[in-house]
Nanobody
Framework: VQLVESGGGLVQAGGSLSVTCVASGSKFGISDMGWYRQAPGKQRDLVATITSGGSTKYADSVKGRFTISRDNAKNTVYLQMNSLKAEDTAVYYC??????????WGQGTQVTVSS
């Protein structure tokens, strides 16, 4: 499975950004999809996940500000980020669990929020 991320960039605090991840090459389908992030010098942390049925889970730090969604027909997951804060600055990684139970990661996309 190959994951291609797009979006991200530089925004001022309080602004909005979105990131997109397209998965391809899965023969047996995709189960859960999600986003993680890693700030410099820190571990990679969960941001949000979404199941194939649309159930979502969010990190407490982004609840009410970020929205994860997916298009199953396009094997695409989206993350809409609103009311961004400087502490949201990180590399954001797409994460996909295949229907066969294998885990895949995207290459990461930088999100920088200036204060």
């Amino acid at each position: 499975v190959q994951l291609v991320e797009s979006g991200g960039g530089l925004v001022q605090a309080g602004g909005s950004l979105s990131v997109t991840c397209v998965a391809s090459g899965s023969k047996f389908g995709i189960s859960d999809m999600g986003w993680y992030r890693q700030a410099p010098g820190k571990q990679r942390d969960l941001v949000a996940t979404i199941t194939s049925g649309g159930s979502t889970k969010y990190a407490d730090s982004v609840k009410g500000r970020f929205t994860i969604s997916r298009d199953n027909a396009k094997n695409t997951v989206y993350l809409q980020m609103n009311s961004l804060k400087a502490e949201d600055t990180a590399v954001y990684y797409c994460n996909v669990l295949s229907a066969m139970g294998s885990l895949y990661w995207g290459q990461g996309t930088q999100v920088t929020v200036s204060s």
